[in-house]
Nanobody, 127 residues
Framework: QVQLVESGGGLVQAGGSLRLSCVAA????????MGWFRQTPGKEREFVST????????WYADSVKGRFTISRDNAKNTVYLQMTSLKPADPAVYYC????????????????????WGQGTRVTVSS
């Protein structure tokens, strides 16, 4: 059974930074494309960023491009989301997700592409 556990959320001032982590278990982490999504009350979960299993390709939502950086450490079974220049529009529960299959090579940004999810970590930004 796949388990994804996020951490690193919290309260930060606008313009500040946070680094989210997601530790994975129950899958061969190095073969899975990983993603970060976020959700605010009353809204659908939205794509934030994806990193290919090899780590060689990354994708970002336009709203976070240039401010957020996704990375992974396959030796630690961990994917990270470094968030900088946080804005009032960024507060949400951030979720880590693993793709449905190993060695996925495309560009994945849809919720349906991901089969395993963490419980989420909350990010709050104060103005």
């Amino acid at each position: 059974q796949v388990q994804l556990v996020e951490s690193g959320g919290g309260l930060v001032q606008a313009g500040g930074s946070l680094r989210l982590s997601c530790v994975a278990a129950g899958l061969t982490f190095s073969t899975y494309t990983m993603g970060w999504f976020r959700q605010t009350p009353g809204k659908e979960r939205e794509f934030v960023s994806t990193i290919r299993w090899s780590g060689g390709s990354t994708w970002y939502a336009d709203s976070v491009k240039g401010r957020f950086t996704i990375s992974r450490d396959n030796a630690k079974n961990t994917v990270y989301l470094q968030m900088t220049s946080l804005k009032p529009a960024d507060p949400a529960v951030y979720y880590c997700a693993a793709h449905r299959g190993a060695y996925a090579t495309g560009y994945y940004y849809s919720i349906g592409d991901f089969g395993s999810w963490g419980q989420g970590t909350r990010v709050t930004v104060s103005s």
